[in-house]
């Protein structure tokens, strides 16, 4: 009996070699295929950050979409104040939406009257429809839908500034991102005697209703085009003759000497942080700065612009006036 009680476990096929068994421990190292470097937490789809992540994505596809969506569909202003501000500055517009049982008071009154006398269409609409026109703003009551604006080519810029008689004068925003900024210098523009603006196509504001609103319905008689690349713009300009001066708080002259002003010329306005950029600062011809008190901040860009525009158009008028 004590003979034949052997262990099962101790058995072994007498065809296999030790060590030879079914798993990794017996392979060889060469044999073994890793499963390659741990993925970025971003990249595992059970991780935070891989949520946080696509919730990123996601939020970023949303404002593209509403911002390609605002550039080529028509815009809505809400709210009683702004709509009357708007048709008050003459803004072209399509429709006035009024909600039903709306509390009419002298802002509605004349929204309706200012509206009626242009010949815009004055809808009445439940309020859940104007929550959906106006993408769920504080609207009052009121909404005006506004159509998309249309941009000049640059090209043309220089056309009409050529055929208007006097040496072209041309204003370039090198991103302003803030609407009413744009209207301001827009507004500043048409007042001093410019003959068009232009915006980069990237990081900055366009010709919202905000900015309409701003420049007081100047927008409608200015000229604005857009340049994919202002840097090229400004070079095609200035080969064709055109001097570039970009207002700058560390620039070569101050506004007092500032010479080129009744020649050709191209007034570059900074951004409303970084002011110019590194390679529109490059292209300018010279830089101009404005004289201030001590401890005084620095203006900000569409006041700044107006400084300059107005000292451009005063050494014009002088230059006219003498023999």
């Known amino acids: 009996m004590a003979g034949n009680s052997k262990r099962r476990g101790a058995m072994r096929n007498p065809g296999s070699k030790k060590g030879a068994v079914v798993g990794s421990g017996g392979q060889k190292s060469k044999g073994l295929q890793g499963k390659g470097p741990t993925p970025k937490a971003a990249d595992r789809p059970n991780h935070p950050a891989y949520r ?21 569909g028509p815009e809505t202003v809400a709210g009683r104040n702004p709509v009357v501000e708007c048709l008050r500055a003459g803004i072209p517009a399509t429709a006035l939406y009024v909600a039903l049982g709306i509390d009419a008071d002298d802002r509605v009154a004349e929204a309706v009257q200012l509206a009626a006398d242009r010949g815009i269409s004055v809808l009445e609409v439940q ?9 769920g703003a504080m609207h009052q009551g009121l909404g005006l839908q506004v159509p998309p604006f249309e941009y000049a080519e640059p090209r043309d810029l220089l056309k009409i500034a050529r055929g208007s008689g006097s040496p072209p004068l041309l204003v370039a925003l090198d991103g302003v991102t803030d609407p009413r900024n744009l209207g301001a210098v827009v507004r500043s523009a048409a007042a001093f005697g410019a ?19 701003t420049s007081a319905g100047t927008a409608a008689r200015m000229p604005i085009a857009v340049a994919t690349n202002l840097t090229r713009q400004l070079r095609e300009w200035a080969d064709a003759g055109l001097m570039v001066v970009g207002l700058d708080a560390d620039g070569t002259v101050d506004v007092d000497g500032l010479e080129l002003a009744t020649g050709p010329l191209v007034v570059v306005v900074g951004s409303e942080g970084r002011g110019l950029s590194r390679l529109v600062r490059e292209t300018c011809d010279q830089t101009v700065s404005i004289p201030m008190a001590a401890g005084v901040e620095s203006l900000n860009a569409s006041v700044a612009a107006g400084v300059v525009l107005a000292e451009v158009a005063r050494r014009r008028r002088l230059d006219i006036a003498q023999p």
């Open 127 to 135: 309020r859940g429809e104007l929550d959906r026109i106006t993408g």
């Open 195 to 213: 003959h068009g603006v232009v915006l980069p196509q990237r990081r900055s504001a366009g010709i919202t209703a905000v900015a309409w609103r």
């Open 52 to 72: 946080r992540a696509q919730a990123t994505a996601k939020a970023e596809q949303t404002r593209t979409q509403r911002r390609k969506a605002a550039e080529n």
